[in-house]
């Protein structure tokens, strides 16, 4: 797949609840990349982020997976195929190695935050 083929909408990114504590372990979906770039760049911070936010001093590798896969969240690229990004083979090198702030900012890339042109600025 291509961006230049992107769904009507965008591309979609679900973020799912590894707790199970959602129905069908969907948390919500976030629409609207106008890129599959984009929409895998923010699957993979946002889990980065995930997974740091499950991180505490000491704990080994083993125990920040075991704890993201109790409460962290996980995210994929709706209808992408094998062009979109998913944690399986990155997950335990995520887990080993701390992330940089630029690593976890998701936020950044979500289309939900896009500046309004409308907004007065005083």
Same mark, same amino acid.
């Given at each position: 797949?291509?961006?230049?083929?992107?769904?009507?909408?965008?591309?979609?990114?679900?973020?799912?609840?590894?707790?199970?504590?959602?129905?069908?372990?969907?948390?919500?979906?976030?629409?609207?990349?106008?890129?599959?770039?984009? *929409?895998?760049?923010? /699957? !993979?911070?946002?889990? $980065? +982020?995930?997974?740091? @936010?499950?991180?505490?001093?000491?704990?080994?590798?083993?125990?920040?997976?075991?704890?993201?896969?109790?409460?962290?969240?996980?995210?994929?690229?709706?209808?992408?195929?094998?062009?979109?990004?998913?944690?399986?083979?990155?997950?335990?090198?995520? *887990?080993?190695?701390? /992330? !940089?702030?630029?690593? $976890? +900012?998701?936020?950044? @890339?979500?289309?939900?935050?896009?500046?309004?042109?409308?907004?007065?600025?005083?």
């Amino acid at each position: 797949m291509s961006d230049i083929f992107a769904p009507d909408g965008g591309w979609r990114v679900r973020i799912l609840d590894m707790s199970g504590g959602a129905e069908d372990n969907i948390t919500e979906e976030i629409r609207g990349f106008p890129t599959l770039m984009q *929409a895998n760049e923010f /699957a !993979r911070r946002y889990v $980065r +982020d995930s997974i740091e @936010l499950c991180r505490a001093g000491g704990m080994t590798a083993r125990e920040v997976l075991d704890a993201w896969f109790a409460f962290g969240e996980d995210a994929l690229v709706v209808d992408a195929g094998e062009g979109g990004w998913t944690s399986a083979g990155v997950i335990a090198d995520f *887990a080993e190695q701390p /992330a !940089r702030d630029e690593d $976890r +900012d998701w936020r950044s @890339l979500d289309p939900r935050t896009e500046p309004d042109d409308d907004e007065d600025t005083e």
